[in-house]
């Protein structure tokens, strides 16, 4: 094997898992670095569980946080003869053999494992037997004949020298008695078809490869090599599952998280290249290698995820932050009208402070984008007869105002502080009120010029409390 090649192999049983995510995103960066190709399997063969728009999902997923496979995607259901093909190779050269045990037997084998409280192993009970013991109704397992002595060393990549005991590995099925194949056997001609020269999974395979490499050996296939990531756990150090907030690439992207904040959060979940923190795809692609890949579990931290986030929000180009903002908005939230736009554009620099996600920037926004004033009522209370004479000094002033500025606002409102005997909270809090609806927003001068003159006049119009 020449070139490297990698693969992401997930099942389209459900949305893109977080974990899985990252384990796409390892194997894409190192196919990269080392000038080799990513591809994508979907291994579609549990039929009732596998859908077309979880497909889609998948594939979106991937575009959406910036990964692009080689080729199209190779559909694992297409190959499913050569799978077949390959078991009965294995049966012919002596390496398979067929099991006739019945269900019953086999659950009254578990039972027995459980009552020990030893883990399951299957008895082998026609690993010797002769065809002719055959029982007429039963249709037959074909079972790996696993090796029975001594022990295997697997050379991983991440983990080191993997150490197992040759007889913990059982005579695995092969093929199912309705005649398809099972996972093992079927990653294990699919990795060998696509001349697969790495394969970079979750450590929760390791029993997995154990079993591949004994078929790759069998079949005198070159074995490629293998990499195994730590998984990752929740906040409070448990497995985390697709049943979890926040596991999927959607929760994060209906909240606003950017695709390239959360690429960097998962490239450092459990990777580390000396003390950066901020990569690029670029940097990622460049400094990507798996002896950087630590040993144990990594926490899905969300407050890191939004810390991230916000570093890209407070340091990307606003043109970039704008388009991202507006397609945001389109698909999770509301559209935002041709008029309003130009408006959010210009008030960036301000309404993107502390804002952590991009819901924070629309939210912050939210007055702009509102075609009608939505009050706070807990706030209408604060508009007493004082706040109502600073609101309609404030109009009289501002209607003698051609083209408002900083410059000419700031003279006019510390007049109304002085001759209304107040503070600064005196005067901004009555008017950020009547202009956004809130007590809580942007600096009042910021407020005032993002709206633009007719529109605050025509705010400061509206009849409160």
Request: hydrophobic fraction near 35%; charged fraction near 30%.
């Amino acid at each position: 094997m020449s070139k490297v090649a990698t693969r992401f192999a997930p099942s389209p049983t459900g949305p893109l898992h977080i974990g899985g995510v990252r384990t796409a995103l390892f194997n894409w960066l190192y196919s990269k670095n080392q000038n080799g190709n990513f591809f994508l399997r979907i291994e579609d063969t549990d039929k009732e569980r596998s859908k077309e728009e979880y497909r889609k999902q998948i594939i979106n997923s991937l575009e959406w946080i910036g990964i692009n496979f080689d080729g199209e995607e190779y559909v694992q259901s297409k190959k499913i003869d050569d799978h077949i093909k390959v078991a009965h190779e294995l049966l012919k050269k002596g390496n398979a053999y067929k099991c006739y045990c019945s269900s019953e037997e086999i659950e009254e084998q578990k039972k027995r494992a459980k009552q020990k409280k030893i883990p399951y192993i299957y008895d082998r009970k026609w690993r010797e037997k002769k065809e002719t013991d055959a029982p007429k109704d039963i249709k037959p397992v074909i079972r790996f004949k696993s090796k029975i002595d001594g022990t295997s060393i697997l050379k991983d990549l991440v983990q080191g020298d993997v150490e197992i005991e040759n007889n913990t590995i059982e005579d695995f099925v092969i093929l199912r008695n309705d005649g398809t194949p099972t996972y093992n056997l079927s990653a294990a001609v699919d990795d060998h078809q696509m001349n697969m020269s790495h394969i970079i999974r979750g450590d929760d395979h390791k029993i997995n490869t154990f079993k591949q490499i004994q078929i790759y050996q069998a079949m005198e296939w070159e074995i490629p090599s293998f990499a195994h990531i730590p998984l990752i756990h929740t906040i409070d150090g448990k497995k985390l599952s697709k049943r979890d907030k926040a596991s999927t690439l959607d929760d994060y992207s209906k909240i606003g998280i950017m695709p390239d904040a959360l690429r960097n959060y998962l490239l450092r979940l459990g990777w580390s290249y000396k003390d950066k923190e901020i990569f690029t795809i670029e940097e990622s692609i460049k400094y990507f290698n798996l002896e950087g890949i630590g040993k144990s579990p990594s926490k899905l931290d969300m407050s890191r995820i939004l810390s991230m986030n916000e570093h890209y929000i407070k340091n990307m180009n606003e043109n970039d932050l704008f388009d991202q903002l507006i397609e945001y908005c389109n698909k999770f939230k509301k559209e935002i009208k041709t008029d309003k736009e130009d408006k959010i554009r210009k008030s960036l620099s301000f309404l993107k402070n502390k804002a952590k996600t991009l819901e924070d920037i629309f939210i912050n926004g939210q007055y702009i984008i509102a075609d009608e004033v939505i009050f706070n009522q807990d706030d209408i209370k604060l508009i007493d007869e004082r706040a109502k004479k600073v609101i309609n000094d404030f109009k009289v002033q501002f209607e003698k105002i051609d083209q408002p500025s900083r410059e000419i606002l700031e003279p006019v409102i510390n007049g109304l502080i002085k001759s209304n005997n107040t503070n600064f909270k005196g005067v901004g809090q009555p008017l950020r009120i009547v202009l956004t609806g809130s007590k809580f927003g942007p600096g009042i001068y910021d407020i005032i010029l993002s709206l633009g003159k007719k529109e605050v006049q025509k705010r400061l119009d509206t009849k409160i409390a």
